[in-house]
């Protein structure tokens, strides 16, 4: 279906091609998984495969992509409309029209199909994806596994061949993924679309993965059955981890798979001692926020929290999409809005609001870095930033380089932020917002984008914050990250705190919130890789 | 909702199911209001007038963010009769002679003689200036009616073929423009979080820079996502056709402006005039309808144009052309005169103008009930995207 042949692409003022001789032959309907770290070229394989590279991005293509039989040279993306469907990362941005139902139609109308055919696959798709009762409801009003759905129904009622996902489950809470995930399953299984999908979080994906193509960096692909390339590459998911350290052969995809192999491994931990319980606070909190309540027109986001923060603790705040996470770190860091309740940081003078003094010493008491850290640089280099923070936080000159060298070396000092990869730019807006040393960190999302190598480096940076007798907070989906990093996890749902405690307890607690080394190995309280290797070092 | 008296044949009960009419209907219906609104300076008429557009309004509009929108009509006709009067109590001369108050008058240098700031006041002043602001407003109001009855998004989508692309770049910006506005809170919001001090300039910097690029980006993504999806596909069209197309409309475009210019000029030759106009505009409009067929698309759910829309059109058309018979017919009616004073009176022929602007709020079918929405942060910034 999918055929590259000998293909190669070389951005524009850039000396290394992105992706180097590749050939791939991709069968009707197998789903096949694209993994590589971030910048290995994921999303220019993707793009190949409907002429977005070159023919919207620029660059040059050498080589030959043949779709269905067309050949992407001579197809520009508009004329291969009707063969392939791409969903890009951010379904959002791709929206054309306003409602759900317009936007299922828009891709029809371009097509040129008769409005009966149009009204009938209208109604067969919203059923399709389970959103018939949205059709009537604005885009911008829905959640994001919603607006994920709408963009996939968008191009499904064209009834493409192919379907491209750039990331689909990124930004999605664990149920919502779940549900986008088995829509696209749906899809291959019962009508045979042949699906090309990109994940970071692999350990979402790779049990349902028919293939997977392994970017190995220098722009050469690997691909093969799901273990097979698994076990040449340097990304690891849990499961994988887990199977090599038991010694399991073939390396596990998924959970069911895992745990018919796990009954040794049980046996061999029953008498290994359990994970020691993070250390209790010691001295009064650092952050104590009572009844906190954040509205906006029409919705209450946060309703009545209460949170007492400790210094030295890493504090993991979950809870589906829209629950309110956001809007809570927000009115604790004192720049969002705050209706009702008290928060009180005690900070080198005394316990104070942070809503309440100039936002250039609320920073000193809490530090945000928002879900898009971009926001926060707006000049042209990384040395640039870096002076400034330095000048508006009254640091010495050079700290904040200091530090973004302590969270990720050798950064060039001329390159302009925007060009960073999304770790280094995390790094950079950290940096920025530790140089006034503040007691309390806050991070929105921090992992969205990362790869397991980046997301391994920045829990390291998370722990090194809370040895320094910071607490820091995270809001997050990534149950993984939250089990290698977290003391104490808070839930959120519909602005309330639904459940809090030390993570093991909560995260043993749900299925939804366990992460797969908990589910392999429950009921006993295992929650990563790491600790079952100590355990295992402890019991020989 | 529908009065006991309509007949229950199959054709009427399904014309007022409820639907949404199509937006060109009610454009009709409120640009005849306006020219209705246009040859009057009768303040009772005009105030019955908005009355006439505010109760179709209520009656027949949707619950989705451009209906809401009436209201700030509203507001921006009452600011345009204020200062309509505010300016001439200001600088109004002196003519009248029912003087309200006298003013303390402001001498002013020579060269602005002819000027006069304050003085007195005359009640023929201040009513010139309410009638003439009321006028204004009452057409203003008439537009904004059309703007919340009818989604303007749905009527860009009811231009003809040939004026797609300007259609759809249209529409793009539209959506583009609030995402602007959002982007622009969450960076201000962000820009707290570094302290925000510095100067206004550095403000301006650190706001507009991520802000635009953040549009760019978006853009690109949006033109990425409009691309893949078949936007712009074009039926095979030889180059040679092509080419042709442009050159049409091209030269149609020229001769048209020699057309206008020949016309308005008296000196000029006469084939220049007409002729070249007329000319001009058919060579423009083939090569559009020639560009037109290149477009292939179809569209969802058309919006149709039934009886209830030639109804409703026909209403501000007929409401128009009484006000202008009414006009040739009591021109001192609809022109009451302010000096002296005058209460204003009403006609028959302005009564049944106005009885017929209002018909639509009962023969417009209503529209759709609003969608079980339940509401979602409606993206509070730094709250979920």
Redesign the interface.
Known sequence: MIEFHRVSVRYAGSPEPMLREVTLSIAEGELCLVVGRTGAGKSTLLRAVNGLVPHFTGGTLSGTVTVAGRDTRHHPPRDLADVVGVVGQDPLAGFVTDTVEEELAYGMEQLALPAPVMRKRVEETLDLLGIADLRHRPLRTLSGGQQQRVAIGAVLTCQPRVLVLDEPTSALDPTAAEDVLAVVTRLVHDLGVTVLVAEHRMERVVQYADRLVGLTGDGRVVDGTPAEVLAGIDLVPPLIGLGRLAGWSPLPLSVRDARRHAGDLRARLAGAPAPAPPPAPVGPPVLTARDVVVRYPGTVAVAGVDLDLYPGEVVALMGRNGSGKSSLLWAVQGSGPRQGGTVRVTGPDGAVDPAAVPAQRARRLVGLVPQTPGDLLYLETVAAECAQADRESGADPGTCRRLLDDLTGGLPADRHPRDLSEGQRLALALAVQIVTTPPVVLLDEPTRGLDYRAKEQFAAVVRGLAAAGRCVVLATHDVELVATVAHRVVVLAEGEIVAAGPAAEVMLASPAFAPQVAKVLAPQPWLTVEQVRRALAVTG | MSGPTVARSPAVTRARLPRVLHPGAWWWWALGLATAASRTGNPLLLALLVAAAALVVTRRRGDAPWALAFRMYLLLGAVVVATRVLFRVVLGGGQGEHVLLRLPEIPLPAWAAGIRLFGPVAVEQVLGGLYDGLRLATMLVCLGAANALANP?RLLKAVPGALYAVGTAV??AL?VAPQLVESVQ??R??R???????RRMRLL???A??VL?DAL??SL?????????????TAAVPAGARALTGALVLAGLVGVCAGTYGLLDATSPGYLGLPMLVTGLVTAVAGMLLAGRRV???????DRWRLPELLVAGCGVLAAGLTTLAVDVHPVLLHPPVSPPTWPELSPLTVAAVAVAVVPAWLAPPPPSA???????????????
């Open positions: 998004k529409v793009v959506s969450r960076v919001r962000a707290r979080l570094r302290g925000a001090g510095g910097h650190g706001v820079l991520p690029a980006d978006r993504a949006l033109a990425a996502a409009m691309d893949s999806r078949g936007y712009g596909r292939h698309r179809s569209r969802y759910r058309p969608p079980a929405a339940v509401a979602h942060p409606s993206v509070p910034v730094g709250g979920p995207r």
